[in-house]
């Protein structure tokens, strides 16, 4: 741990500590949430109820019942009561899904009075779930800024101050993830949950989960929270929530593939025998780890643009992977396509902000030009065409990505230009059908 950072901790007064011990979860639900006042300093466990997981609904209808819990009809966004609800789905406990570990979190915005609720990536949700608990309720301010710290290893639940980290969501992030993590190995269990400054001084605040990328060897961030539920989370004096996982590895896992037949592609791909030599040396480049078959995949994804057959042969091969993971993995991801994709990826926007400023019409206008639809690759093999979900320019609506290139205030007479601005292919990637 950096001394930077063993100061921090030393600094940590502890308000009020609670011991768990992690259940085991039953057809992935560990049947009991937390609830933490901020205002009494307070930590205790609520009962998941059958109705409960009648009403899960995509976890939503799970955080409006804790959220039915504790508002009333003068609630308001400020109220100490209103609460941020965090849950995460059954499918977040089990490994039978790769990459379902979505957190949804639900509050009373501050910018529409109305509950809110969002989904987000990284990790939170189900290493909450394998920590022990389905969800969390916050409730409450605290009087002066304090941490949640859920330990799974330790087996304890903290409030404590946390007077020296940052304010600004990636720095405390990076800071609090060091200071838990007892190892490299550790890094990759702990994820954090903060707002930042844009919280304190704006309704719109947005909420940042963050999870370790250990190929960049720092916390990276994902966002979520419309409506300024980052604004409830920082009204609350709420620095960051943090939950370090038992030790199990985030790389999902499939035990058995119900659906392997479904995903074979629809004409099978494979590759030359010099190819067949640089997939190798890519296995070679992971110790032909099963742990980090995504990787291996994103790297063979990103040479030929595509994950043929002889690709998931050698990769399962080297690392004794099942055939059926991979191919559930190369399926489930939309970075990763069974058939090669096109030498320039042109995205269209239909995120909320750009659909309301015509993102159909735009896309409408790439199908037209090109002669494709959306997630289909031109006959010459140079475009492929995307419908995806927001960018995160949203200010510059509508927004075309082509290539890396970002496009703003797209019309639909500009897409002749911007398909004539590609570059032209620069690599081959050849594929044998
Ligand atoms: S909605 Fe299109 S960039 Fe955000």
Request: proline residues 3%.
């Amino acid at each position: 741990m950096s001394s930077d950072v063993k100061q921090m901790r030393k600094a940590h007064r502890v308000l009020t500590t609670m011991s768990f011990s992690p259940v085991a979860l039953e057809r992935g639900y560990a049947n009991r949430t937390l609830r933490v006042d901020l205002s009494t300093r307070t930590l205790e466990w609520r009962e998941v109820s059958e109705e409960m997981k009648r009403l899960w609904v995509g976890g939503k209808g799970f955080d409006l019942w804790l959220m039915f819990q504790e508002i009333s009809e003068n609630t308001v966004w400020d109220s100490p009561e209103n609460p941020i609800c965090l849950s995460s789905g059954p499918l977040g406990g089990t490994t039978s899904f790769p990459g379902s570990g979505k957190t949804l979190v639900t509050a009373l915005s501050p910018l529409t009075g109305s509950v809110m609720d969002s989904n987000v990536g990284g990790y939170f949700g189900p290493f909450m779930k394998f920590a022990g608990m389905d969800a969390i309720t916050v409730v409450g301010k605290a009087e002066e800024q304090v941490v949640l710290i859920i330990d799974a290893v330790a087996g304890t639940i903290t409030i404590e101050t946390a007077p020296e980290e940052s304010v600004d969501s990636h720095l405390v992030c990076e800071e609090l993830t060091e200071m838990y993590a007892d190892d490299e190995l550790d890094r990759r269990n702990i994820a954090v949950v903060a707002a930042g400054r844009g919280a304190d001084h704006t309704r719109m605040g947005i909420l940042n989960f963050s999870f370790y990328d250990w190929r960049r060897q720092v916390a990276r961030l994902k966002q979520s929270g419309r409506g300024g539920i980052g604004t409830v989370f920082r009204d609350k004096n709420l620095k960051a929530l943090v939950v370090k996982n038992r030790g199990i590895t985030p790389a999902w896992r499939i035990a058995e593939s119900k659906v392997a037949h479904l995903t074979r592609p629809s004409k099978i791909h494979t590759q030359c025998l010099s190819e067949t030599e640089e997939i190798k040396d890519i296995a070679a480049r992971y110790d032909y780890d099963p742990e980090y078959v995504i990787e291996m995949l994103e790297d063979v994804q990103e040479r030929y643009r595509h994950i043929s057959k002889t690709a998931i042969d050698i990769v399962s091969e080297m690392t004794g992977t099942p055939k059926s993971w991979l191919y559930h993995i190369a399926t489930f991801y939309k970075s990763f396509s069974l058939d090669p994709k096109g030498e320039t990826i042109i995205q269209v926007c239909m995120g909320t902000a750009c659909h309301v400023k015509g993102a159909a019409r735009i896309l409408d206008s790439f199908e037209r030009v090109l002669g494709v639809k959306a997630g289909q690759t031109t006959g010459d093999g140079r475009f492929s065409l995307e419908a995806v979900a927001c960018l995160g320019a949203c200010s510059l609506a509508p927004v075309v990505k082509l290539g890396e290139e970002v496009h703003g205030h797209v019309k639909a007479q500009d897409v002749e230009k911007i398909i004539a601005s590609a570059p032209e292919a620069q690599r081959g990637g050849a594929t044998h059908a």
